[in-house]
């Protein structure tokens, strides 16, 4: 368990498109991840942003989430 000021939020929009929102401000449903890639990829191998939001993400998403990760400096 850490603050929430550490983690990163991982949004699914009212339109069902999944993301992460580096600002916390974004719509939609939110699960929270620390703000690490080795965090993001046990969470996405472990398949616990699917089951948070009840749907199937694309493997695309989930390489654009890792991107997005990187270039906000861990």
Partial sequence: MKPKKE???VV???QGEVSLDLTGRKPGRGA?????AECLNKAIKSRRFEREFNCEIPQEVYELMSKEMA????
């Fill in 71 to 74: 270039e906000s400096g861990e």
């Fill in 32 to 36: 929270y991840v620390c703000h690490s």
């Fill in 12 to 14: 699914r929009s009212p």
């Fill in 7 to 9: 983690l990163v939020r």
